[in-house]
């Protein structure tokens, strides 16, 4: 009996011995991503019919927003090999400035559960007429990571937001939303209002 009892002790002594061995040689590694391929940037402007002129990606697309099928200049453009689309929505300025500025931030408050925060920054373009805002939606969870919208105070006013058709996993797209980012900071820092194309609906 006292012979059993020590081998069990024993036991217990090898196997704390091994665990604290293998503990001692453990270090927990982060965890990790597929990698992603990223394409060489370079950009395209946008068709002269639209009330806002703009440079895209050249590995995107553009597609009339199905959602929206009377905003004749509501549209997306796509990015297929990540499964993102940036949506932008173009309203015509009418004494309801204050309206859409609302709209937009009532936007982008309704991913604030799902933030960790939500970082802005102002636009301000006096050269171009060109005056927002974007908001950068951080947390692993956030269905959108970045928005924006922009204006000439007077006739134009329009809104972006990004989203990915899957399931929200900020951590592991981070990659791609920075290089995404990147490219609608550029189509915001080339926006030009077309004023020959004037949306009265």
Wanted: proline share 6%; with cysteine.
């Amino acid at each position: 009996m006292v012979n059993q009892i020590m081998r069990v002790g024993l036991f217990f002594v090898l196997l704390m011995i091994a665990t604290m061995a293998c503990n001692s040689h453990y270090s927990p590694k982060p965890r990790g991503y597929f990698r992603i391929e990223l394409p060489v940037k370079g950009y395209i402007s946008s068709d002269s019919s639209l009330p806002y002129l703009f440079e895209y990606p050249e590995y995107t697309t553009i597609t009339p927003d199905p959602q929206a099928p009377n905003e004749k200049y509501w549209i997306n453009i796509n990015y297929p090999q990540y499964h993102a689309t940036l949506h932008l929505s173009y309203k015509h300025v009418s004494d309801n400035l204050y309206t859409y500025l609302e709209d937009a931030y009532t936007l982008v408050s309704k991913h604030i559960p799902k933030a960790d925060a939500i970082n802005d920054s102002v636009i301000y373009d006096k050269k171009r007429q060109v005056f927002g805002l974007t908001y950068r939606i951080e947390g692993s969870g956030a269905a959108s990571p970045y928005q924006f919208f922009i204006t000439d105070s007077t006739s134009h006013f329009l809104r972006g937001a990004l989203y990915f058709n899957t399931t929200p996993n900020n951590d592991s797209l981070d990659p791609v939303i920075q290089f995404i980012i990147g490219d609608v900071q550029h189509l915001i820092n080339t926006v030009h209002w077309n004023n020959h194309v004037i949306d009265n609906h």
